[in-house]
């Protein structure tokens, strides 16, 4: 498992928090328990399994959503 933090653009309402969320736990590989949006950080924390996904593919599905990702920090959990 690795542990992902990814910076995000300032989050405008508490609503995008949850569609954040929901779409990352939905993610094949990531540890849905894991999943958490730091709305005042504007932070997403997650386990993810980097042999079925990549981060890139993570950011993606957060950027897809209309979100922009300033960056990603990964380390082995």
């Known amino acids: 498992m690795q542990k992902a933090v990814i910076q995000l653009e300032t989050l405008a309402c ?4 949850q569609k954040i969320e929901n779409a990352v736990k939905g993610v094949n590989g990531v540890n849905q328990d894991s999943v958490k949006v730091l709305f005042n950080a504007s932070k997403v924390k997650l ?13 993606k599905v957060i950027q ?4 922009e990702v300033l960056k990603s920090k990964v380390k082995s959990a």
């Open 14 to 17: 508490p609503s995008c928090m």
């Open 47 to 59: 386990d993810f399994d980097s042999e079925t996904v990549v981060i890139n593919e993570i950011e």
């Open 64 to 67: 897809d959503l209309g979100y």
